[in-house]
């Protein structure tokens, strides 16, 4: 625990003007921003006596290390880069709203030839206009069965809209009239694009326009005795009412507003916000946080509009804003939101009529979504908190480990020999700071040296982030960070599953899309554990303790979870601790050791399957994809590939002599000395295009592949 004032700056030192703050722990991490109209003013009020600062803001000052600020012109400049900076930097102290889940939206892709009008959820795109968000994807899917009548956009694929060119045929919906069909050139682009802007149009709220002109033309067809047509118009006309009717008027003067209503307590928050276009509400949407710092109302609202209007522009931010409290000073914030419109936005309270009851709506669900989210969660948190505290019982720690990283190997008989390193903070799994490895000191199968070379790279790279903030000194440890080797051009592996945009480094390491300087943002290995946890027993605890030791590190514990008895086994005791089968912290331990197994073993499947799916012709330098395929596409497969001349190789297109003479060295070394045969059947095996087996060599189409082994 830090003495603020250790790093309190001197009152002349702050400068009396707006600005943007941050406080850093010691590993340089921004850990909270803030903005002030006053710096020196607002700097003060975290700096005097402890007894009187709020618990959260007291823990904040104390976590941290120091301070430092940016001075801007304006309040509105301040704003703008408080968020931009949260998010960022992703400070742990500050307000962060979190959906439980990803709201889906209703989007037109006015950026293609041929708009689509499908459910997308995530980040917006430039290009698309959406309409939402909504509570489910099968509103949006009944609203545009509905408006498919009337406007008959595409909804396809983009594989569905080629083929169906490519034959001349149009889809189902094609030939029920529910899509203009522009595949098949039914309509033109131009008259497509006009039906997607109508579309548009109707979801903004501009509904009577286009059922007046309907009526009339159903009239006009009734005079002219067109029957028939004036049913098909009749039948458009109920469509776009029944679809305006999933949509009740809430405002009757047609009004396009933001209403945000705020529940809390003195721990959390939950906000509720009703998007109201044309007087009907449009879409819902609702976001909880912790109140880890002293917080009021209007801030609190402040913060979800930054979250809200923060990537937004024009129209997407509404006329309209109505809020149960203003933030303080209103100005500024006004002043970005009309910016981000480019146009007045005024930003108020209700008081009276139709508006103030449809905020005791929001009010209320905003209620229900707080209480609801305490009952979900009180027992959670009670329970991570129990099973961390029963961990530092049962292992003799100081305190109860907050961050927990664990270590598995996992690999096929010896072969594509991967670990993986999974982190769990406060109980729960941080994604983002999960690592893959590939072991790379030597060959084989060895479980111990494997574990031993991957905690030695893990806390060699700490080390050297240490040195590069200054942290650690010659000296200072027993083991001095070894310099790194010259790195390897590693083969980069499919990605088992999202995460933060993973890299992959020279030795390996797959180490996030973050700088590495000192900037507050998360470094690659920056952060140590409280505990290490490795897969396996007495063995690979030994291994683990004793790269530590090598790195002269001996303030980070170390325990193994053996899988067989569920036993915990420390570095150097004879005897393993076990826990009781209904501890709380022995089923954290085997969460953070499972996810470790799945993380490792989805890796060591992605490598092994791309080695599997290797050819010669991916050795050859500058040749892609799309020349690969051009070659087998010509020749019909790689055995005749491989006996064709240089001159015959020439006649695929885009092959030129040079690049030919190079695939056919390429191929003559990958030739196999005689034909694989089957040994089961005694039959000379054909080999698939492009496809190789696990020894390197051809395999026969949906021939299986006979080496098969144990993952561990």
């Not at 590069?468 to 200072?476: A, R």
């Not at 080797?485 to 390491?509: H, K, N, Q, V, W």
Request: proline share 6%; hydrophobic share 35%; aromatic share 6%.
């Amino acid at each position: 625990m830090a003495d603020p004032s250790s790093y309190r700056p001197k009152p002349g030192e702050i400068p009396d003007s707006p600005g943007v703050y941050r406080f850093r722990d010691e590993h340089r991490r921004v850990i909270y921003v803030g903005k002030a109209k006053s710096l020196r003013q607002r700097l003060a009020n975290y700096f005097q006596d402890l007894a009187g600062l709020h618990p959260r803001t007291r823990s904040m000052v104390t976590t941290a290390a120091s301070v430092e600020w940016t001075v801007v012109s304006t309040e509105v400049e301040a704003l703008q880069l408080e968020y931009s900076w949260i998010k960022e930097y992703d400070p742990r102290f500050n307000v962060k709203y979190r959906d439980d889940k990803s709201y889906p939206y209703l989007a037109v892709t006015m950026n293609e030839e041929y708009p689509r009008v499908q459910v997308m959820r995530g980040h917006k795109k430039k290009g698309v206009r959406y309409f939402g968000p909504y509570a489910h994807a099968w509103a949006i899917r009944d609203t545009v069965d509905l408006l498919l009548r009337v406007f008959p956009v595409r909804t396809c694929s983009a594989g569905v809209f080629k083929n169906a060119a490519r034959t001349g045929r149009p889809c189902l919906l094609g030939y029920i009239g529910k899509c203009s069909a522009p595949c098949v050139d039914r309509i033109s682009a131009e008259e497509h694009r006009e039906l997607a802007d109508e579309f548009c149009d109707f979801m903004t709220g501009r509904t009577n326009t286009y059922i007046r002109r309907l009526e009339r033309q159903m009239a006009e067809a009734a005079d002219e005795m067109e029957y028939e047509r004036a049913a098909r118009l009749r039948d458009d006309i109920g469509a776009l009412k029944k679809a305006m009717e999933k949509n009740a008027v809430v405002l009757a003067d047609a009004t396009d507003a933001d209403l945000i209503a705020v529940a809390e307590d003195e721990l959390e928050a939950a906000v509720q916000i009703f998007h109201v276009r044309g007087g009907r509400v449009r879409g819902q949407r609702g976001w909880v946080t912790d109140k880890v710092e002293e917080i009021t109302t209007g801030a609190l609202v402040e913060h979800a509009l930054q979250q809200l209007y923060g990537e937004e522009t024009g129209d997407a931010v509404p006329k309209e804003v109505l809020v149960p409290a203003l933030p303080d000073p209103l100005e500024p914030v006004q002043e970005w939101l009309t910016g981000r419109r480019g146009s007045g936005v005024s930003l108020r309270i209700p008081q009276r009529g139709d508006k103030k009851a449809l905020m005791e709506t929001v009010q209320r669900n905003a209620q229900q979504a707080l209480v609801l989210h305490k009952t979900k969660r009180a027992s959670d948190l009670t329970t991570r908190s129990r099973a961390l505290e029963e961990i530092a019982d049962a292992l003799e720690l100081d305190s109860a480990p907050l961050r927990i990283e664990c270590y598995d190997i996992s690999h096929l008989q010896g072969d594509d020999v991967v670990a993986s390193m999974v982190v769990f903070e406060d109980g729960l799994a941080r994604k983002s700071e999960y690592r893959r490895f590939q072991i790379k000191g030597f060959a084989g199968q060895d479980d111990v040296r494997s574990m031993h070379e991957v905690i030695t790279r893990r806390f060699r790279r700490y080390l050297a982030e240490k040195e590069k903030t200054g942290e650690w000194t010659d000296g200072e440890n027993a083991g001095t960070p070894e310099t790194p080797e010259t790195p390897e051009t590693p083969e980069t592996p499919e990605a088992p599953e999202a995460l933060d945009t993973p890299e992959i480094d020279g030795r390996g390491e797959i180490v996030g899309s973050g700088p590495t300087e000192d900037d507050g943002r998360p470094r690659k290995f920056a952060y140590p554990p409280q505990l290490v946890v490795v897969d396996g027993g007495a063995p690979q605890v030994a291994a683990a303790r004793r790269a530590l030791d090598e790195l002269g590190i001996d303030d980070i514990a170390v325990c193994g979870l053996a899988k067989r008895l569920e036993e915990v086994w420390l570095p150097g005791d004879d005897d393993p601790v076990v826990l009781p089968r209904t501890s709380e912290g022995l089923y954290l331990l085997q969460r953070v050791r499972d996810e470790a197994h799945r993380f490792a073993i989805t890796y060591q499947r992605a490598k092994r399957s791309k080695r599997f799916r290797s050819s010669p012709l991916d050795d050859v330098p500058g040749l892609g994809d799309a020349r690969k395929q051009a070659l087998l596409k010509h020749f019909g497969s790689l055995k005749k590939l491989r006996s064709a001349t240089i001159d015959q190789i020439c006649e695929v297109p885009g092959i030129g002599r040079k690049t030919a003479e190079t695939i056919a060295v390429a191929l003559a070394r990958s030739a196999p000395a005689a034909p694989a045969v089957n040994t089961a059947t005694g039959e000379i095996m054909e080999e698939e295009p492009g496809t190789m087996g696990s020894s390197g060599e051809p395999v026969a189409a949906g021939a299986p592949d006979e080496r098969r082994g144990q993952e561990t």
